[in-house]
């Protein structure tokens, strides 16, 4: 009995572990048919992945051959722009050159003259202002006064006799204005101002001051309030213009000068 039970026993397990064999190489068999797999797509993943570079390493090589023959174009061509502007820079700076020397060497002969005519034209145009400036004022006075003395039959002659003298006064005094002014500045240094014509602004200075004269007597023998205030107002704009005419040529007279005492011996 005990032989029998022996005998089953190692039956039993020779045949588990039959079975555990059986079973190991199977899961064995697997595993290595999994791992065959698993390597024919790593070689399939490899191969693909391969033939992707070649084909990216192809398509960079063909741009970069591409790139280089468009960029020598561009090269060529671009040397060829760059030299023919230089060439028409060189000829700009040539032509520039030779103007600038043209010109330095006018200006070098003109700057004298140059400074000389501003110094004059500043000199013209200060005459002109004054002279432009006492016109106008005189022209707006004998407007003033012709209206009165269409208005005034008693003083209207007289008031209109005034108007025309002042008128002509005013003439002469802008003309000698405007050559006192006209005299250079080395001149005026040297030999003084233009005295003669200094004295004819005198003059006429006296003729404005006779008919503000006449005009105060005038006054009260206007036939309304309005012609009276106008002729006030006349008699102001009279006395400012002389007081102008007065400091102008005080101003011209007592400028300094080397021998501008000895020119004034001379001149009536």
Request: aromatic letters at 6%.
């Amino acid at each position: 009995m005990k032989k029998i039970l022996s005998t089953l026993a190692i039956a039993l397990l020779v045949s588990s572990f039959s079975l555990a064999n059986a079973e190991s190489q199977s899961r064995g068999e697997n595993s290595q048919k999994e791992l065959n797999e698993n390597s024919n797509k790593n070689e399939q993943f490899e191969s693909t992945s391969t033939e992707r570079e070649m084909e990216k390493n192809k398509i960079e090589n063909n741009q970069s051959e591409l790139y280089r023959q468009t960029n020598g174009s561009s090269s060529a061509t671009s040397a060829v722009q760059i030299k023919e502007q230089n060439k028409m820079e060189i000829r700009s700076v040539e032509k520039n050159n030779g103007n600038n020397t043209k010109q330095f060497s006018d200006g070098r002969r003109s700057e004298k003259s140059s400074t000389t005519a501003s110094s004059t034209n500043k000199e013209d145009s200060n005459g002109k202002s004054v002279s432009e400036d006492h016109r106008s004022t005189v022209a707006t006075f004998v407007k003033s006064l012709l209206s009165v003395a269409d208005r005034e039959g008693g003083i209207g002659s007289k008031v209109r006799e005034i108007a025309r003298n002042q008128n002509d006064s005013a003439t002469t005094t802008a003309s000698s204005i405007e050559k006192v002014e006209k005299k250079g500045s080395i001149s005026k240094f040297f030999f003084g101002s233009d005295y003669r014509n200094l004295n004819v602004i005198k003059d006429e200075m006296a003729t404005t001051t006779a008919n503000i004269a006449q005009l105060k007597l005038l006054l009260d023998k206007a036939a309304t309030n309005t012609d009276r205030t106008a002729l006030d107002a006349q008699i102001k704009v009279l006395e400012g213009e002389q007081t102008k005419l007065t400091n102008y040529v005080t101003q011209n007279e007592n400028a300094f000068s080397l021998f501008g005492w000895l020119t004034k011996m001379f001149v009536k």
